[in-house]
């Protein structure tokens, strides 16, 4: 949420007595509308001054359902030097970064080449954002990782941007948002999965996204609270897509983040899978073992926004049911509904699982030392 | 497992309509000779293939015909040996998938007929649910005030999926309806298919659209709370009918942080989520999605923080459970006694 006084900052503490944390889910903005022009051939970039980006949704900028706050950021991070919130580096070293202990960041850049309809541009788009991600990022603090992002509605160029990323030590991961055209375990998608994996990347499936289906299985509705919310439900079928088209079993070396969904459902819905599958499993022969075991080895989740129960120790049942090691702490920097790392685990967390979650997961996941 | 009691309410129970023919009788002229001669052809829904192992447990499953046809099966499965008082009929026939609202409207009636006439006036522990023509909010709400003079018809049944969220305003007249002769509206797993079974687009199996239901009925109660129908209609209950219940506690939990965050969007909404679902909210018990582990489901019904949020179900003839187990493990007898008897009372005034 907001920390709507920014000279709180000042009197942080200084980063060495905090611990180290991993923040798995940055999202770093451009300054200005053009500063991708630099990584985009002049087709590009008279085809985006004309015709824009032409998305899987009707606005031609900005979303449908109107934020609550501008950007969905934070109001007090906008940096002072002028642009929008997450688009200055030293502004996040001096709001994120140093305050927090962060070792290890992970950028998501969105409104990239994602969610776009001209397949050819999506490319263009994210190759562009890719080339951004090192110049303007990774290459000037070494906290920071990139997420490779790809043009996710064609299947083959999206591989072939992994591939050309793929030993780049500045990316630790591929980036897919949830809402796709298709269910996510779709074979059009399948590409990706065998790229990622033999490039030995997570693949980390971010909410939110276009892909034309309304956000529930019941038509639009009607406020931004419900595509807010919705988003978990839109990771959860990807999920069961996932399960259910067999990615797992036919790429087990595959692994997936779910990222800014929530985690509080996936006990019940690897419960509810493995339920179904007793009893409909003639029908997918492809998922050879109970769903709940291709999730428990192959999935983690970060962190943020965390579920919030009235009793906050309600929320360790339903981490012990999904595993200590499996959870990535993120803070979503700069948006709005940012979790203030030192106050999302509710007390009686033992110091093995504090350290996991807040480092040791995502060092390993993302396999940095 | 939990001991059964005597008397209780089985809220979920699947009477089978044969095939469209067996409707003929209850249509007018008209209606009688567009079926015929138009060919139309009986409305199966692919949310429930009549021979997915889902859909009729082995031992319940007839030699010929659908599950669920028989009355006499009914009674000998589930009426006589779950010792019930009640079961309350929800009819799974695929009438919502049909866009012509005139047509829907005759098909609607039509079954409520059927069940009035073919179930009701058969067995006296059984109660029905009126099946309104959702394509027009005026005919369902003409056919809620038919059947409403009928006792014995205790509910307004919807599906999960149809053409619009549930909480839309246009539909508030049907509820006004379901409020004003104390029918609760029970809103039962299912798609019309006028929209894709999932938020991301349409899935390739039969089981994913069977575990998608959870996912719907989710983005449903959100629907329903943030467009303000329970500070409209205070006294509406809803039943959330085969729905799961493993997912409540940890959607409800997102629903109510977001919704402190960004309450001045819909500041109509004059309680907290929590508070709204524990009022006016219900579950049917099966299919009970969760490990039959006994510790697990204790902490399931406390994350709940209340007894009063689950009904008893069997989900005849749906294959949920085997033998008489409709109960999970680990339930405490004043918690069966909560489940199968007080909570569907307090929840169906008209059951008496």
Same mark, same amino acid.
């Given at each position: 949420?907001?920390?709507?006084?920014?000279?709180?900052? #000042?009197?942080?503490?200084?980063?060495?007595?905090?611990?180290?944390?991993?923040?798995?889910?940055?999202?770093?903005?451009?300054?200005?509308?053009?500063?991708?022009?630099?990584?985009?051939?002049?087709?590009?970039?008279?085809?985006?001054?004309?015709?824009?980006?032409?998305?899987?949704?009707?606005?031609?900028?900005?979303?449908?359902?109107?934020?609550?706050?501008?950007?969905?950021?934070?109001?007090?991070?906008?940096?002072?030097?002028?642009?929008?919130?997450?688009?200055?580096?030293?502004?996040?070293? !001096?709001?994120?970064?140093?305050?927090?202990?962060?070792?290890?960041?992970?950028?998501?850049?969105?409104?990239?080449?994602?969610?776009?309809?001209?397949?050819?541009?999506?490319?263009?788009?994210?190759?562009?954002?890719?080339?951004?991600?090192?110049?303007?990022?990774?290459?000037?603090?070494?906290?920071?990782?990139?997420?490779?992002? &790809?043009?996710?509605?064609?299947?083959?160029?999206?591989?072939?941007?992994?591939?050309?990323?793929?030993?780049?030590?500045?990316? &630790?991961?591929?980036?897919?948002?949830?809402?796709?055209?298709?269910?996510?375990?779709?074979?059009?998608?399948?590409?990706?999965?065998?790229?990622?994996?033999?490039?030995?990347?997570?693949?980390?499936?971010?909410? /939110?996204?276009?892909?034309?289906?309304?956000?529930?299985?019941?038509?639009?509705?009607?406020?931004?609270? #419900?595509?807010? &919310?919705?988003?978990?439900?839109?990771?959860?079928?990807?999920?069961?897509?996932?399960?259910?088209?067999?990615?797992?079993?036919?790429?087990?070396?595959? !692994?997936?983040?779910?990222?800014?969904?929530? /985690?509080?459902?996936?006990?019940?819905?690897?419960?509810?899978?493995?339920?179904?599958?007793?009893?409909?499993?003639?029908?997918?022969?492809?998922?050879?073992?109970?769903?709940?075991?291709?999730?428990? #080895?192959?999935?983690?989740?970060?962190?943020?926004?965390?579920?919030?129960?009235?009793?906050?120790?309600?929320?360790?049942? &339903?981490?012990?049911?999904?595993?200590?090691?499996?959870?990535?702490?993120?803070?979503?920097?700069?948006?709005?509904?940012?979790?203030?790392?030192?106050?999302?685990?509710?007390?009686?967390?033992?110091?093995?699982?504090?350290?996991?979650?807040?480092?040791?997961?995502?060092?390993?996941?993302?396999?940095?030392? | 497992?939990?001991? =059964?009691?005597?008397?209780?309410?089985?809220?979920?129970?699947?009477?089978?309509?044969?095939?469209?023919?067996?409707?003929?009788?209850?249509?007018?002229?008209?209606?009688?000779?567009?079926?015929?001669?138009?060919?139309?052809?009986?409305?199966?829904?692919?949310?429930?293939?009549?021979?997915?192992?889902?859909?009729?447990?082995?031992?319940?499953?007839?030699?010929?015909?659908?599950?669920?046809?028989? =009355?006499?099966?009914?009674?000998?499965?589930?009426?006589?040996?779950?010792?019930?008082?009640?079961?309350?009929?929800?009819? =799974?026939?695929?009438?919502?998938?049909?866009?012509?609202?005139?047509?829907?409207?005759?098909?609607?009636?039509?079954?409520?007929?059927?069940?009035?006439?073919?179930?009701?006036?058969?067995?006296?522990?059984?109660?029905?649910?009126?099946?309104?023509?959702?394509?027009?909010?005026?005919?369902?709400?003409?056919?809620?005030?038919?059947?409403?003079?009928?006792?014995?018809?205790?509910?307004?049944?919807?599906?999960?999926?149809?053409?619009?969220?549930?909480?839309?305003?246009? =539909?508030?007249?049907?509820?006004?309806?379901?409020?004003?002769?104390?029918?609760?509206?029970?809103?039962?797993?299912?798609?019309?298919?006028?929209?894709?079974?999932?938020?991301?687009?349409?899935?390739?199996?039969?089981?994913?659209?069977?575990?998608?239901?959870? +996912?719907?009925?989710?983005?449903?109660?959100?629907?329903?709370?943030?467009?303000?129908?329970?500070?409209?209609?205070?006294?509406?209950?809803?039943?959330?009918?085969?729905?799961?219940?493993?997912?409540?506690?940890?959607?409800?939990?997102?629903?109510?942080?977001?919704?402190?965050?960004?309450?001045?969007?819909?500041?109509?909404?004059?309680?907290?989520?929590?508070?709204?679902?524990?009022?006016?909210?219900?579950?049917?018990? +099966?299919?009970?999605?969760?490990?039959?582990?006994?510790?697990?489901?204790?902490?399931?019904?406390?994350?709940?923080?209340?007894?009063?949020?689950?009904?008893?179900?069997?989900?005849?003839?749906?294959?949920?459970?085997?033998?008489?187990?409709?109960?999970?493990?680990?339930?405490?007898?004043?918690?069966?006694?909560?489940?199968?008897?007080?909570?569907?009372?307090?929840?169906?005034?008209?059951?008496?």
């Amino acid at each position: 949420m907001n920390i709507q006084f920014r000279e709180s900052l #000042e009197a942080a503490s200084p980063p060495t007595t905090k611990t180290a944390i991993a923040d798995c889910d940055i999202h770093p903005a451009r300054a200005t509308r053009t500063e991708l022009y630099p990584y985009l051939a002049k087709r590009w970039q008279h085809h985006l001054e004309i015709y824009g980006v032409h998305a899987y949704q009707g606005m031609m900028e900005g979303p449908p359902y109107p934020k609550a706050q501008p950007n969905a950021s934070r109001r007090d991070a906008y940096p002072p030097e002028g642009g929008p919130q997450g688009s200055s580096l030293s502004f996040m070293q !001096k709001q994120l970064l140093d305050p927090n202990n962060v070792q290890l960041g992970v950028l998501n850049p969105l409104n990239t080449g994602q969610g776009i309809r001209n397949h050819d541009l999506s490319a263009a788009l994210c190759s562009a954002i890719n080339d951004w991600q090192i110049d303007k990022w990774t290459s000037k603090d070494k906290r920071l990782k990139a997420s490779i992002v &790809v043009g996710n509605e064609d299947g083959l160029s999206a591989a072939a941007e992994i591939r050309e990323r793929a030993g780049d030590k500045n990316f &630790v991961q591929v980036l897919l948002l949830s809402r796709n055209v298709e269910p996510l375990g779709q074979r059009r998608y399948w590409p990706i999965y065998q790229a990622a994996e033999e490039a030995g990347l997570p693949v980390g499936v971010h909410a /939110f996204g276009f892909g034309g289906n309304p956000i529930t299985p019941s038509g639009w509705p009607s406020y931004y609270i #419900e595509e807010m &919310v919705g988003h978990s439900q839109c990771q959860q079928s990807a999920l069961a897509s996932l399960v259910l088209e067999g990615v797992f079993e036919r790429f087990p070396k595959l !692994k997936m983040v779910m990222i800014e969904a929530g /985690f509080g459902w996936a006990p019940s819905l690897a419960w509810r899978l493995d339920k179904a599958w007793q009893r409909l499993r003639s029908e997918v022969p492809h998922v050879k073992r109970p769903p709940s075991e291709y999730i428990r #080895e192959q999935v983690w989740w970060t962190t943020q926004p965390m579920e919030d129960p009235e009793r906050r120790e309600d929320l360790l049942d &339903v981490i012990n049911w999904l595993g200590w090691d499996r959870l990535l702490f993120a803070t979503d920097y700069p948006h709005w509904d940012y979790d203030e790392p030192s106050r999302v685990l509710p007390a009686g967390v033992s110091d093995t699982n504090r350290e996991a979650f807040y480092l040791g997961n995502a060092r390993k996941l993302y396999g940095i030392s | 497992m939990a001991s =059964l009691i005597a008397g209780g309410v089985d809220c979920d129970v699947h009477p089978a309509v044969p095939h469209l023919t067996s409707l003929l009788p209850y249509l007018n002229d008209y209606w009688r000779d567009q079926v015929t001669t138009r060919g139309m052809v009986d409305l199966v829904s692919q949310s429930y293939p009549k021979n997915s192992p889902i859909v009729a447990r082995p031992d319940w499953r007839p030699e010929n015909g659908k599950p669920g046809e028989s =009355l006499e099966d009914m009674q000998r499965h589930v009426l006589d040996p779950f010792r019930l008082t009640y079961a309350i009929c929800n009819p =799974l026939y695929g009438v919502q998938m049909v866009f012509s609202e005139d047509l829907q409207a005759a098909f609607c009636r039509a079954l409520n007929e059927w069940l009035a006439k073919e179930w009701l006036d058969r067995d006296s522990r059984l109660r029905g649910s009126i099946v309104i023509p959702t394509q027009s909010v005026e005919k369902a709400v003409a056919e809620i005030e038919r059947c409403a003079q009928d006792k014995r018809f205790v509910q307004v049944l919807m599906l999960v999926m149809g053409d619009t969220p549930l909480g839309k305003r246009a =539909l508030w007249p049907i509820y006004e309806a379901a409020e004003r002769h104390d029918l609760p509206v029970g809103i039962h797993a299912g798609s019309a298919y006028h929209n894709p079974p999932t938020a991301v687009g349409w899935g390739s199996y039969h089981i994913e659209d069977y575990v998608g239901q959870a +996912q719907a009925f989710q983005t449903q109660l959100t629907s329903l709370i943030v467009e303000g129908v329970f500070a409209k209609y205070p006294r509406l209950k809803m039943v959330m009918l085969e729905s799961g219940v493993s997912w409540i506690s940890p959607f409800l939990w997102r629903l109510h942080k977001f919704w402190r965050g960004v309450r001045m969007e819909t500041p109509w909404v004059d309680r907290a989520p929590l508070e709204i679902v524990r009022s006016n909210i219900r579950f049917s018990l +099966q299919p009970f999605d969760a490990p039959p582990d006994e510790a697990t489901l204790i902490r399931l019904f406390e994350h709940m923080q209340s007894d009063e949020l689950v009904l008893f179900s069997t989900d005849y003839p749906h294959w949920q459970f085997d033998g008489l187990d409709a109960l999970p493990q680990g339930l405490s007898p004043d918690l069966v006694r909560k489940i199968m008897i007080d909570n569907p009372h307090a929840t169906y005034p008209r059951l008496t």
